[in-house]
């Protein structure tokens, strides 16, 4: 996972690559090591190589994958569908969370899917 740090919130970024299900981009958040379920179910993003931009939407990851007992319309994990994305690509990765009245930006920059893959087939 490629973590990045903003406001006391920390944003992990990892690729599950998948030839069969399709690639996809999934964010934890998590605050002083815990996870921590943002008042969201859904964030904006995009994906830049080079100058190519795509836009992309991270869902919340489904209820088998989050933590027990996440309040309904919370989420601290989620799932982008990236299938163009290729597992040696260097990428941008840039998104947004809700933090209080603020929004707080996140970056990941460097972000190869294969390096920081949690799964792979």
Do not use: Y
Not at 31 to 58: D, H, K, Q, S
Request: proline share 6%.
């Amino acid at each position: 996972m490629m973590r990045v740090r903003e406001g006391g919130i920390e944003a992990a970024l990892t690729a599950h690559l998948s030839r069969k299900d399709g690639n996809e981009l999934d964010i934890f958040l998590t605050r002083e090591g815990a996870p921590l379920a943002a008042g969201v179910t859904e964030l904006r993003g995009t994906v830049r190589n080079g100058e190519a931009r795509r836009e992309i939407t991270f869902a919340c990851a489904p209820a088998d994958e989050r933590p027990r007992g996440e309040a309904d319309g919370t989420c601290s994990h989620f799932v982008a569908k990236v299938p163009w994305l290729g597992p040696d690509d260097t990428v941008r990765v840039e998104s947004e969370v809700p933090a209080g009245d603020a929004r707080l930006a996140l970056a990941w920059v460097g972000f190869v899917p294969r390096r920081f893959a949690h799964h792979q087939d």
